[in-house]
């Protein structure tokens, strides 16, 4: 009987620590987004893909933008192993100006915390635009 109990503790304790093994793993496509220049008003919305290239479901408990003028939104069900997630990004284009914010996202992979960028200019506009372009 006490073997009997030692096998099954055993075989407990090994089948726990396989599952602690499978780990989430978030890659992006890409870590910049780069708006370029881009005119007072227009769409500031642009997405972050990525993909769980783990082997346990990936889940993104919140995303933070460094400023109020950037609004992340997260996917709101767990990315399964192999599959593919967008994490949108609004910023307010009413700031004429360079755009230089910082996203940080939350998740259960392995590198737990990771910091995506947006980049551009907002420019006064639309003829500033033109000018720049000929």
Do not use: H, W
């Amino acid at each position: 009987m006490k073997n009997i109990i030692m096998i099954l503790f055993v075989s407990f304790l090994g089948a726990t620590l396989n599952a602690q093994d499978a780990k989430a793993k978030i890659e992006f496509k890409t870590e910049v987004v780069d708006y370029g220049e881009i005119a007072k008003g227009s769409d500031g919305v642009r997405t972050f893909e990525f993909t769980n290239t783990g082997d346990a479901p990936l889940v993104i408990s919140k995303v933070y933008s460094s400023c109020g003028c950037t609004i992340p939104k997260k996917p709101e069900d767990p990315i399964a192993p192999g599959a593919t997630g967008v994490i949108e990004v609004k910023y307010d284009t009413k700031r004429v100006g360079p755009i230089r914010k910082t996203i940080t996202v939350y998740s259960n992979a392995e590198e737990a915390t990771k910091a995506i960028k947006i980049k551009g200019t907002v420019l006064d506009d639309t003829k500033s635009i033109l000018e720049k372009k000929n």
